[in-house]
Each structure stands twice: as structure tokens, then as C-alpha cells.
């Protein structure tokens, strides 16, 4: 089947194939490649965003059934039925997000066996792949704390508490971007209190970031959408002088950037990772080789100024 | 044309199928007592919830002070002046006693629950009444006859011009049904009209003036009392005369099978003595509340005791839970088979079997079909229990096949002692009698036999000896050639001191 | 009489489950103290006034449970309406719809789910935790339909208003959240105590059909109690709306159990007819201090877990202990207290 | 006598909701249908099979809530049991325990939880609702404290017959995790409809005092039934470790929902006393098809979760008009052990 014109992500839901025909392997063009996107869960914009860079790269390249899946909730097991289901359903190769580097390998395994080609987009498991498109995420959390650090300093504060929201203890990335970012204060008189799990919810982290600034934090961290939304909010309210650092980039981020609440975002490449992943992909089942082996598509602070 | 308060016709209403009435007549006039009369499943609640607004009919006309009523629902049968006494008690447990006789019609002013009016005309009421409750007691704390004397209250307070009592007495005390019989004779002065339901035919003829009488869902007729004998009465309730209300079959007392010792277990058991021979019945009579079930209860094990022995066959057993007791060879069919005698959605089958799994399964606890269909073939062929298939659900059955299932589990076993809690109440005249040869056959067995009724005439009719008591101690043990109503009754009535079991309490 | 007088105190105690609530209150007060002992912060104004603004959604949809639970039935469509409110209303605004036509929406849409519940339950007569579980992936559903399965962006600066009334803004010293739940307690309260409709829950969770045949209407009474339900959690979504300033797909995830928890710390039956919203307050309090308190204490999330499981626990016990379980086994002795004759099932 | 004749059919399709699992299963294959032609690849082998190993978790703690259900109480603390259970082993494992050592110290510690479960809601009357909401919490937070708040790392090679065993290996054609599910659905379903034990759970959940006055010991057997329960969630621990190789401490998350679902679809009733372990079967799988049909239909989550609440909700509607079942009384769930048996009255 043709590709038809994508659509633009507001109107496309995720699971959507971007093809008329139904995601089966029957009645693919003899050399029609079939490719699957396998992310964590479907909620954050983060995902639509890898969706989006994805499509962009089917519609210039063509001749290829692309396929989002997704589970319901975050959860090890349901990721691996998804990779099951996708290489039941005929892929080609598999674009996947890893939960985290470890759960997911056997099931990588089979469906390596099954002649399937891997590559990780956003965070990898610990399973040779064709190639990783990521964001480093412990450095990137360094380079938060980084900016947190440096702009405390600029006010002339060297110690003091510092505050982390993050999603919960289970996710590899989000632990990573909260361990880079503690590296960043290794040797200074800055105190990290204990971390605070919010499941990325909004309202909770909000509430814990307002506790934070009760017990008198100069700094606190948000390590995704949700927990950065929560510290935003909390320090727009508390009118203090806490500095705020967060992490990836939505519509409500940028605000509170914007208005000054939050000192700057790490915001990833998400596009990046789908568009060049998805290019990489058919380069490998066109029999091409890829390199390098990493590509580590960056962060890019956004600050005030940048906006 | 308006000389009856409430007339029905051609009612007919079915449950999934089976008719529970079948073209009813019936009438009521002002200023009079019109019991209705019937077997279990004759569908006399059935006719009274119609009447009230409970269940809906399928057919028939239903007029009101002459005029035809066509929907009826609680409200609507409350606002043409009707108030029902259920068959079960319907009160809120965690309501108090005002908000229950309250209920539905609540007075407000401007909105607002005005409580303290509420509380104020139930204490008139409650003292016009006679009874010792406060207006502010919550209903779960009360004994089960101060809640029906509540719901008497309540349908009392309704100023209703239609009184239906469906069973109102079978859980009262004498003195309570004395008040009741003059309340309701003088609601009859006043120009009430009131439906009696009971199975306890001898209370008729202190209050019924005409008697309508069903059967199998059909009508059967109507009467004034005084036309009617007791026996047409039952002739027709039945379908067939009953030749013998209580056979009693004559053995000579054998030797001492079991014997309990100092029993005593919470207020209602105190210092409980009793024996058994072979080759008797003894029943246990007393009013509603005196601790009889309890006391089964406790030798049982189904509730804890404090101390005392039992003793079967001479030996000493321990017995903590009823399953100690059935092993023993003492079993207990309770007073309350929808609570406590059935599990209704099991198959008859499987409540048959269910006591009895010890011997129908192997040493791993696999069960043998085979000898389960035999124990439980059996035991239906025994009691000659009506049914159609064994693995229907229990709750399939009629009321009075229902006891015989509760009955047939426990005989199924060999046992020693049987006990017997009100095995007939709300039961009809001829499975009664089914009953009481089931204890015959017993007694005959040379098992002992414990028969615990509220109801004077069978206890009279059937025990070999009577055991009388009163708030939970044994007041008398009488033989049956001495017994009389009035004695039993006297030793029931045999409260300690009044002022000192108040304080006491 | 002189007995009755003696029962006096007892009566209040075990009236709708008054002693629960002084139990728990004395538990409340234990909490407080040490978590103030261990960080003093606690007790700092500002934390004092936060906590408040923290334990305010709670009530509210305890405030909600707990009706549903007196009614005998229970909502597990809680946290996914919360979800919903959230994800409608902040849909709607970004869309450019008036904060407050907007709110109006929601609440409406709300409503519906809890006259579904209610509809389910009293009329088709599912068990309320089916049929409220199926309203709960529904629910969660149409959350994340509104706004195509992604998270909405920013409200916007046109919210201010909206963020402000439900969140934000404060009254007279004390947040507007804690105003709103107070307002929707006092509300609530009233009609649970002093109107027919609350009557008619209690008699409804006591004894549905010694209430039915009373005359009261079981499907209008459970469907009130639904409604209130919704509508609660419906407040909920739009204080946690107002609160991030966006619509997050899975916002109110398992609240529904939150507010079981704070009804039943605070004294409501989940067997129906007894509770007072006196005790909602008190186990919403002992709720949002744990998680504030804890948070000042240190104590990691798994410890935050152990003890709320203990607590929940240790609540539920210590009423059935102190209470030596009369009413429920008065309960039993109700149902069959006399003899049902040969009815049939 | 002829009427109750004609109704012979009747009692057989009600027979333990006998009637409701062949109604479902004529669902699964319209279901099965359906999916096939909108994506034939549904019905390939490859899929097949690994449908199986999908069906295979729900089904088994689908198993251990029927259990509990059956015997009127309700099992809220499965998903976390799983999760504890998955922690544990990965833990023991990654520390350098003998896999199968690892196994046992894991089964032995989930059927503690169970065995607090049956104590708390057998011995000590709490409603199984809220004890089993209690050791939910509890559990969870013992999966997060076993290995100080981290997920572990890899288990490692050492592990890997104990991986093979539990998921990855296949035995005659089928993955061993089918072969797990059906050993366990067989052993259970026999003891359920072959032995005392399983017709003392049937008793207990139709009326417990009529059961305990029958010689029934409520405390160990609903125990016992709480210890199944367990024992079916640490199973599944071990297979989504096995799975994924480490473990997650939120892994199993709202599990017991799923179990809920599939019993209840399945045509176990929430009130206790009716169900078939068949109807278990066919409710994961119809369950496990919709997971997997709708993703290959390429339907959202949103979809998922809107066509499974109507579908949970429609099938006990369903059995509910069929049967036209009066038994099924509100509060079902709620009600401690004790109260149960007045329900019925
Ligand atoms: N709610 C119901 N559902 C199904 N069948 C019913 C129902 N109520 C009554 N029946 C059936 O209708 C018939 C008449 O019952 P009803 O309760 O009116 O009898 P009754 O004369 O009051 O008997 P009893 O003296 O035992 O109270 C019985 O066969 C009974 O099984
Ligand atoms: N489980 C219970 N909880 C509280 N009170 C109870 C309980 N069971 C019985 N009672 C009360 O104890 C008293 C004694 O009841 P019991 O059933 O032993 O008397 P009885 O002589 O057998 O009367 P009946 O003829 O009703 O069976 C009654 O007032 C009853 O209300
Ligand atoms: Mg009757
Ligand atoms: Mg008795």
C-alpha cells in the first residue's frame, strides 16, 4: 500500500498504523518492510514525539508498514508481551524503548532468533543491538545538577538542601538522570535530602516540591514532564528564590521557563531518536551496516534566554 | 358496594414461572379481624405484599373503600392507609428507635429533619404502648421482641385504617402478644380494618371474626370464625384431613445415653443440667428469649462455653466446635434453616452430603461421588422429600422441604444425640406431622431426642418429658402426664426477682 | 431508666460510629505530635497551611466514599472521574472554551458516571464493586480520549482565574482548596445529618429492604449517593487541573482506595449504615499527615507503605475489638430473626 | 413436579454459573472471530502460542481470586503479592542463592501474607475489603524494601533454568508458562470440585454459619483459600522475573483487578459460594484476547479500556437478566465472614 499523507499527531491515535491496511503481514508489497515502535507507555509527550520523528522518516523513505505499539501502563512484563506481539505480527525490526536494560533481554533474544533487527531508541537494554539512539541520561542528569550548581552560585549560595522529585525507583532513566544529577554535587556543602517519588504525577509532585520548600531547599529537581510541571508550580506559588531544574520540554514547562519559575529544562531530542532510528532500521534490513554503534542525540538546555 | 375497606379479585401473580397466585379473592371490611389462613407457600404474604405495594401483580382488580386502585407501591398503599407488619423483621439495625418508626415519612420543618419532635412522639407512643425503650436506642441493641413490638409501633404510629400483620407473634412473649391481641382489639373498636396472618391456629379465637383461607396459591374461602370448626379449618388449609395432629408412639425408657453437667455460657446459659434415656423425647419449652437456642447452641460448640461437661454413653466429651460435637455423634438441626440450617445455593445434594463428607471422602479428601449419590438417594427416599433432581439448588424447594433437607443432613450419620431447635415453626400442619415421625423414628432407634418449641401444644403432644425455662436457667422438668399448659407456662413466667435482674442486667 | 441513663455514653459512642472517631482523633493528635518532635517544621505555618491544602482532596473524595459506603455499596470509579474532570476541563480550556462553561461541563459529564453507577447498581442490581470497576476503565478511558490519548498542553494565562479560585488563591488566611472542602464538608454534612435524603442513606446501608419497604426509594437514594461521589471527584480533577495547569491523562490513579482508607480510619462501615463525614475528616487528616510527615521524617517510600498498611489495619481492628463487633452480629441476628416461612430464594 | 421437570435445563445452566461460562465462551469465539478476520495474523501459530503465554498469568492469579471469591471474601493484596514475589526471588538471586533455594524462600514468604489474610479476615472479622487493602499496601511496600527501594539488576546467568522454566522454555510445542497454568488450573480445579476442601470453600461462601453448624472450620478454610490465592500470585511473581530476568518492585501492579475481572467474566460470583475454575479459563482469556486482539487492531489504550469496562459490566448483566438471579444481594464483597451468612436469610 501507498503511504498516505501523515497526519499531524493531534488527530492520529498512537496505535494507528500509518497505512490503510491492517497491521498484518498477508498482503505487504514483496519488499514492503514492516517496523514496529515499542515504547514504555503511551502517555508522556515524549513518545508522541519519537512517533512523530518515526513518521517523518517513513513518509520520506517510503515502502515501509510502521507500527506503534504501547502498553497501557509502565510495566516490564506488558513491554515484553508487546515485543512478543510485534514479532508474532510479522516485524522486520523493532524500534524499542527498553523499561529498563535488564527485563527485557530474553524476550530480545527470541525475537533476535526469529531473525528480527534491533534498535534501541531513548534508553537501551543490555542486549547487543544494531544501534542505540539516546539521550545519556546520567549525564544529563550532571548536567542539570550542573546548571542548578552554577546558577545557586551565581547567587552565592554554597550550601544549603537541595529537593529531588522523581517518578518512582523502578524506571532506568529516570534513576540514571537523578544519579548524574547528584553527581554534580559530589565535594560541594550542598545536602540532597532524601528522594521523593510522585509516579509522575503532577498534583503529587507539586505537593512534595511545596514540602520541599517548607524545609527550606534552595534547589529541587524534577526528573520528567510530570515532576517538572509539579516543582514549576510549586515554586511560581511559593515566590521564592528556590532554583528549579527539570526535564524534558512540554507546553507547560516552557511556560513556567518562560515566566521565570523554572531555571531551564533538559529537553531531549525525541524526534531525533524516532526519525534517524527509523532510518537506521531499514538501512539494516536493506543489508547496509550502521555506525556508530551509540548516538548519544543530546539534550538541549532551555533556558530563559533561548525561548 | 363500599362495604368493604379493601377488595382483591382474580389476583394472580407468578415468580419465574410458578404461580404463587392463581385468581385470589378476598375482602376486608372496617371494624373487624380477618385472618388468612393457609400452608406454607399458600401465598398469603404474597397476597398481603400485593396489597401493599411490595410486589407488583401480574392480573387481577384491586379496590380500595370501593374505588379500583390500579398501581400500588409502598407509598401509595402508606398514602391510602395501609401499614404492613412483614413476616421479617424489617427494621434499619443502626437506626434508633424513632428514626425507624420514622422512616420514609419523616416530619421536617423547612426542610430540616426536626428530630427532636420525632423523638418526642415516639416516647408517647412507646409509653402508651407500655414498653420500656427509649426513643433514642439503636435498634441493633434491642432483643428480637422489643424490635417487633418496634415494628408494631411503627405501623401502629401510621394512624393506618389497614393493618396487615403477616406473623406478627412468632417472636413475641406472652406478655406481648397479650398487649398486641388488646391493641388490636381495640384498633377494631376504633374501625380498623386488619389482616391476621398466622400458623398458630389457636390464637384465632381470641381475636379472628372471619377467617379466608388459601391453598396452593388458590382461594379457598371465607368464613365468619364462629361458622367454621378447627378441624374444617385445617381440612381445608390442607386439602385433606389430618387424622392425627401429634402421633406419639409409646417405648419404655432404656438406659442414660447423654447428660450435660453445670452448663454455662453467657447470660442466656446459666447452670444448665439435663439427661437423656433411650427411648424418649425431651423437649425444652419456654418463651422466646429464655436461652433455649442458646443452650443447644453451646453444647453444640457452635458458640464458647464457660465451663461444664458433657457426657455421651458415660464418657466425658470435649467439645469446642461443632465439628468436635459431630464426631461425637451429637448434632443440632437449628432454629433457623435460611441462616443457619442451608446453604441455598448449593444443590440439595451437596447440603445433604455436607456435615457428612468425612465418610464419603478417602484419606486424601477426595470425594466419592458414587457413595455420595447413594447416602444422598437415601436419605431423600427416607423422608420422603419432593423434589425433582438432587442437584437443583436447595432454595428451589418449598419451606417445609427445606427442613427436611436440614433434617436429612443429620441423618445421614449415625448419630447419638439429635437436636431439634423449632424444627416446625412456620411450618404447615401436614409436614409438621412429617416432623414429628421423623423424631419418632429416632426415639425409636433408641437415640436421644432434644426437642426445643415455642409452641405449647407440640411440645405437650410429642415430648415424653418437658425441661421448662426461664431467662436462661431450668426452671422446672416436668413429667408429660403432669404437664399442662398452664404449669409450663407458670415455670416459664418464673423470673428472678424482677428488681434484682434489672440491676443485674 | 437508671440503666438507660448508665448506656448514655455508650449510646453516643456507638451511635453511627462516634467512638471510632474519638479513637481516631486521639490517633491523630499521637501522629502529630511526633512527627512534630521529630522535624519541628511541622508545625511551621507554612507546612501547617500546606498540609491542609494537601489533606483537602482527600476529604473530598473521602467525603464522596464514604456516602457510597453508608449507602452499603462502594465507588471504584473514583480516581478515574478524577482523571476525566481533569483531562475534560483542561481539554476544553486549551481548546479556548471559558474556564468556568468549561467547568460547568465537566461536572455535568461527571455527573453522568455517577448516574450510571448508580443505574447499575440499584436498578440492574450489579454488585457495586463490578459494576463500578467497569465504570472505572470506562471513566479512565474517556479520559484519555478526550484529548486523543496525549496529556494536554498548558492551560493558559486565560485559567488564571480558574487556577486561582480552585487552588491558588486564598481566603481569609486559608487556601481556597481548604475552603472548598470545608464548604463541600459542611454541605455534605448537613444533608447526611439533618435532611430526609441522609436519612434514607443510613436506612438504605442499614437495611435496604426494611427501607424499601418504608417507603423509601433505593434508586433515587443510591443514585444521590453516586452523584455525590462524582461530583467530588469531579472537584478533585479540577483542583489537580488547577493545581499543575494541565490535564494529565492518569491524575487520580487509585485515589478511589485513598478514600476508602480515609472513610474507613474514620469510622465508616464498608457493610453499609454507619459513619459520620466527622471521621472522613479525621482519616483524611491522619492521611495527608502520614505523607507529609513522613516526607519531613525521612522515611523512604517503602516504610511510608508498610505503615499505612498497619494503620488501615490496626483502625479497622481496634473498632471491632472496642466495639466487640455488636452491631454487625446484631446485623446477622436481624436478617433472620424470624422465620421466613417457605419463601423461596 | 412436572413444572420443576421442565425446569431441569434451567438448574443445570445455573448451576454454579455453569450457564455464564457457556454464554462467555461463545463471547470468546465471536471474540476470536472477529479479530481474525479485521488481522488474520491473529490466528498464526507464532501468535497463538504466544497468546497462550499471555492468557497464562491472568489465568492463574484469575485462579486464586476465584478461590477467594467463591468463599464470599475478595483478595485485594494479589498484585502486590506478585510484585513481592517477583523482588524476593530476583533479590535472593542476584545475592547468589541457588535459584531454586530462592523459589522456595519466595513461595514460603507469599504464603505468610496469605496465611495473614485468612487470620485477619477469619479470626479476626474484618471485612476482607479492608484487610486485604492492608496487606496490599504492606506487601508492596515489603517489595520495595527488600532490595532498599531499587529494582535489582540482571539475575544473571546462573538463572538461567530458572528462566527457561518458568517462561522461556517450551515443553511439547507449548512455553512452559501454558504448562504452569494448566498444571495449576488442574490441581485447583480438582481440589475444588473433587475434594472436601473444595466443597467446604463452596459452603463457606454460600453460608458460613449454616457451614460452621454443618462441622465446616471457617478459619482454615478460608485460610486455606487466602493460601491459594498467594500461592497463584507468587507464581506469577516468579514468571514476570523469570520474564524479564530482574525485579521490578512494581511489578503485578493492579493485578488483582484483572483477577477480578476474569472470575467475575468467567461467571464467579462476587458474593460467594457459585463459580467454576472452567469459567476462570474462559474469562483470562477473553480477557488476554482483547489485550492482544485489540493491539493488533491497532485500537488505543483509550479503546482497550473502554470496550473492557463494557465488557466486564455487560457480562454480569448479562448472567444476571438470564438467571433473573435474586440471590445476587449488594454488599457481597463487603461483608466480613461473619456476615455474611445473615445475607442470605
Ligand atoms: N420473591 C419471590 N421469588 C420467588 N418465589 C416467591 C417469592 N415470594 C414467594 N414466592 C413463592 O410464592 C409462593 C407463595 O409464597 P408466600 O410467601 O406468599 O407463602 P405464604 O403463604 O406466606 O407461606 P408462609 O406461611 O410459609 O409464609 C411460594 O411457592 C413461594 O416459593
Ligand atoms: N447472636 C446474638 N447476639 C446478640 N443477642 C442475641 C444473639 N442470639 C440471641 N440473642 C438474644 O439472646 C436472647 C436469648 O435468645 P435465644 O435464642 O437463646 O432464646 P430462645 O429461648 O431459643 O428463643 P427462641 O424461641 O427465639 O429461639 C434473646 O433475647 C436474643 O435476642
Ligand atoms: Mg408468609
Ligand atoms: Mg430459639
Known amino acids: 500500500g501507498a503511504n498516505q499523507t501523515p497526519a499531524t499527531g493531534n488527530e492520529e491515535t498512537p496505535a494507528n498504523t500509518t497505512n490503510n491496511e491492517p497491521a498484518g503481514g498477508d498482503n505487504k508489497a514483496a519488499d514492503e518492510k514492516s517496523i514496529f515502535l515499542i515504547t514504555m507507555d503511551q502517555m508522556d509527550q515524549h513518545w508522541v514525539n519519537v512517533d512523530a520523528g518515526c513518521k517523518k522518516a517513513v513518509q520520506e523513505l517510503g515502502n515501509v508498514k510502521y507500527t506503534w505499539l504501547a502498553p497501557d501502563v509502565k510495566d516490564d512484563a506488558k513491554q515484553i508481551e508487546c515485543i512478543n506481539n510485534a514479532v508474532a505480527g510479522g516485524a522486520d525490526a523493532i524500534l524499542l524503548a527498553a523499561n529498563g536494560p535488564s527485563a527485557v533481554t530474553a524476550a530480545l533474544e527470541e525475537a533476535q532468533k526469529a531473525g528480527v533487527k534491533i534498535i534501541y531508541v531513548d534508553s537501551a537494554a543490555d542486549f547487543p543491538g544494531e544501534q542505540t539512539l539516546a539521550t545519556d541520561n546520567t549525564a544529563a542528569g550532571k548536567t542539570a545538577g550542573e546548571e542548578m550548581r552554577k546558577a545557586l552560585e551565581a547567587k552565592g549560595i554554597t550550601e544549603g538542601k537541595i529537593g529531588i522529585v522523581n517518578v518512582n525507583a523502578a524506571t532506568a532513566s529516570v534513576v540514571a538522570r537523578e544519579t548524574g544529577f547528584r553527581q554534580a554535587f559530589e565535594g560541594t556543602k550542598f545536602q540532597i535530602l532524601e528522594t521523593q517519588y510522585s509516579e509522575g504525577d503532577a498534583a503529587k509532585s507539586k505537593d512534595i516540591a511545596a514540602n520541599y520548600i517548607t524545609q527550606g531547599c534552595v534547589g529541587i529537581f524534577g526528573a520528567n514532564e510530570g515532576c517538572t510541571v509539579g516543582v514549576g508550580n510549586a515554586i511560581q506559588e511559593a515566590g521564592d528564590d528556590v532554583i528549579g531544574v527539570g526535564f524534558d520540554k512540554s507546553d507547560t514547562i516552557l511556560e513556567l521557563i518562560k515566566n521565570g519559575y523554572l531555571l531551564c529544562t533538559m529537553a531531549q531530542n525525541p524526534d531525533v531518536m524516532g526519525y534517524e532510528g527509523l532510518k537506521s532500521a531499514v538501512k539494516v534490513l536493506n543489508g547496509e551496516t550502521v555506525s556508530p554503534n551509540y548516538v548519544d542525540t543530546g539534550v538541549t538546555v532551555i533556558t530563559k534566554d533561548k525561548l | 358496594m363500599s362495604e368493604y375497606v379493601v377488595e382483591a379479585k382474580h389476583v394472580c401473580k407468578s415468580f419465574r414461572g410458578i404461580k404463587a397466585l392463581d385468581d385470589v379473592y378476598f375482602n376486608l371490611k372496617s371494624g373487624e379481624v380477618m385472618a388468612l389462613l393457609g400452608e406454607n407457600g399458600a401465598g398469603k404474604s404474597t397476597l398481603v405484599k400485593i396489597l401493599s405495594g411490595v410486589y407488583t401483580r401480574d392480573a387481577g382488580e384491586i379496590y380500595y373503600y370501593g374505588k379500583q386502585v390500579g398501581h400500588i407501591d409502598p407509598q401509595v398503599a402508606q398514602e391510602l392507609g395501609v401499614a404492613i407488619i412483614h413476616q421479617e423483621l424489617n427494621l434499619c439495625p443502626h437506626l434508633t428507635v424513632a428514626e425507624n418508626i420514622f422512616l420514609g415519612r419523616e416530619l421536617t420543618s423547612s426542610g430540616l429533619l426536626s428530630d427532636k419532635e420525632m423523638n418526642r412522639q415516639t416516647a408517647e407512643l412507646l409509653e402508651k404502648m407500655d414498653l420500656d425503650l427509649r426513643p433514642d436506642t439503636i435498634v441493633g441493641d434491642l432483643s428480637v421482641s422489643k424490635q417487633q413490638m418496634v415494628e408494631i409501633a411503627k405501623a401502629i404510629s401510621t394512624n393506618a385504617r389497614i393493618l396487615i400483620m403477616d406473623e406478627p407473634t412468632s417472636a413475641l412473649t406472652s406478655k406481648e402478644i397479650d398487649f398486641l391481641f388488646a391493641t388490636i382489639n381495640k384498633l377494631r373498636n376504633e374501625g380498623c380494618g386488619i389482616i391476621y396472618i398466622s400458623h398458630r391456629l389457636e390464637e384465632l379465637k381470641h381475636i379472628a371474626d372471619r377467617v379466608t383461607i388459601m391453598r396452593d396459591g388458590k382461594y379457598i374461602l371465607t368464613s365468619e370464625f364462629s361458622d367454621i370448626s378447627m378441624d374444617e379449618i385445617i381440612a381445608n388449609m390442607v386439602g385433606r384431613e389430618i387424622k392425627e395432629k401429634f402421633p406419639r408412639i409409646e417405648l419404655n425408657r432404656g438406659k442414660k445415653i447423654f447428660e450435660v453437667k453445670n452448663l454455662n455460657a453467657g447470660r442466656m446459659v446459666r447452670d444448665i443440667n439435663l439427661e437423656l434415656y433411650e427411648g424418649e423425647i425431651v423437649g425444652i419449652a419456654g418463651l422466646v428469649g429464655s436461652g433455649r437456642t442458646e443452650t443447644t447452641r453451646a453444647i453444640f460448640g457452635a458458640d464458647p462455653k464457660e465451663s461444664g461437661e458433657i457426657i455421651l454413653d458415660g464418657k466425658k466429651v470435649t467439645i469446642n466446635n461443632p465439628r468436635d460435637a459431630i464426631n461425637a455423634g451429637i448434632v443440632l438441626v437449628p432454629e433457623d434453616r435460611k441462616k443457619d ?156 426477682n424482677k428488681i434484682q435482674s434489672t440491676k443485674e442486667a | 431508666m437508671d440503666l438507660e441513663r448508665k448506656n448514655f455514653w455508650k449510646r453516643v459512642i456507638t451511635k453511627r460510629g462516634m467512638g471510632q472517631v474519638i479513637t481516631v482523633t486521639f490517633g491523630l493528635i499521637i501522629l502529630c505530635a511526633v512527627f512534630g518532635v521529630i522535624n519541628p517544621i511541622f508545625f511551621s505555618q507554612k507546612n501547617v497551611g500546606n498540609l491542609l491544602r494537601q489533606i483537602a482532596p482527600i476529604l473530598i473524595i473521602g467525603i464522596g466514599q464514604s456516602y457510597v459506603l453508608i449507602t452499603g455499596n462502594i465507588d471504584l470509579s473514583i480516581g478515574s472521574v478524577v482523571g476525566m474532570s481533569c483531562m475534560l476541563s483542561a481539554t476544553l480550556m486549551t481548546k479556548g472554551t471559558n474556564p468556568w462553561t468549561a467547568v460547568f461541563i465537566t461536572v455535568v459529564c461527571c455527573l453522568l458516571i455517577g448516574f450510571v453507577n448508580g443505574v447499575l447498581v440499584a436498578k440492574f442490581k450489579l454488585p457495586p464493586f463490578i459494576a463500578t470497576l467497569g465504570t472505572m476503565t470506562m471513566a479512565r478511558g474517556i479520559a484519555q480520549i478526550v484529548n486523543n490519548n496525549y496529556n494536554t498542553d498548558s492551560i493558559g494565562d486565560a485559567a488564571r482565574g480558574f487556577r486561582n479560585f480552585f487552588y491558588y488563591g486564598s481566603t481569609l488566611g486559608l487556601y481556597n482548596a481548604v475552603w472548598i472542602a470545608f464548604v463541600i464538608w459542611f454541605i455534605f454534612n448537613f444533608i447526611l445529618g439533618k435532611t430526609r435524603t441522609g436519612r434514607h442513606i443510613y436506612a438504605v446501608g442499614s437495611n435496604i429492604d426494611a427501607a424499601k419497604l418504608s417507603g423509601v426509594n433505593i434508586f433515587s437514594t443510591t443514585t444521590k449517593a453516586y452523584l455525590v461521589s462524582s461530583f467530588c471527584s469531579c472537584i478533585v480533577g479540577l483542583i489537580i487541573c488547577a493545581t499543575s495547569g494541565m490535564g494529565t491523562m492518569d491524575a487520580g490513579n487509585s485515589y478511589e482506595m485513598y478514600a476508602v482508607a480515609a472513610s474507613v480510619i474514620g469510622g465508616v462501615s464498608t457493610l453499609g449504615g454507619r459513619g459520620i463525614l466527622l471521621g472522613t475528616v479525621i482519616g483524611a487528616s491522619i492521611w495527608g499527615v502520614l505523607q507529609n510527615g513522613l516526607q519531613f521524617a525521612g522515611a523512604p517510600v517503602a516504610i511510608r507503605n508498610i505503615v499505612i498498611g498497619i494503620i488501615v489495619i490496626v483502625s479497622v481492628l481496634l473498632d471491632i475489638v472496642v466495639r466487640n463487633d455488636k452491631l454487625i452480629r446484631r446485623k446477622g441476628l436481624m436478617a433472620s430473626a424470624k422465620q421466613k416461612g417457605a419463601e423461596n430464594a
Open chain 2, 341 to 496: 440450617g442451608l446453604c441455598t445455593r448449593l444443590s440439595i445434594s451437596e447440603n445433604i452430603s455436607l456435615p457428612n463428607l468425612d465418610f464419603l471422602c478417602d484419606k486424601l479428601g477426595i470425594l466419592s461421588s458414587k457413595k455420595e449419590e447413594r447416602l444422598v438417594n437415601k436419605a431423600v427416599e427416607e423422608l420422603q422429600i419432593k423434589l425433582a433432581d438432587v442437584q437443583a439448588d436447595a432454595a428451589s424447594l418449598s419451606g417445609g422441604n427445606q427442613q427436611k433437607i436440614v433434617v436429612a443432613k443429620w441423618l445421614a450419620r449415625n448419630s447419638r444425640v439429635v437436636m431439634f431447635d423449632e424444627p416446625t415453626r412456620g411450618i404447615d400442619v401436614a409436614v409438621k406431622v412429617e416432623i414429628y415421625n421423623i423424631m419418632n423414628d429416632l426415639k425409636r432407634q433408641g437415640i436421644g431426642v432434644l426437642f426445643v418449641s415455642s409452641e405449647l401444644p407440640e411440645i405437650l403432644g410429642i415430648s415424653d418429658r418437658i425441661i421448662v425455662m426461664c431467662d436462661g436457667r431450668i426452671t422446672a422438668e416436668l413429667d408429660r402426664n403432669e404437664a399442662t399448659q398452664d404449669i409450663i407456662l407458670k415455670y416459664a413466667t418464673m423470673f428472678e
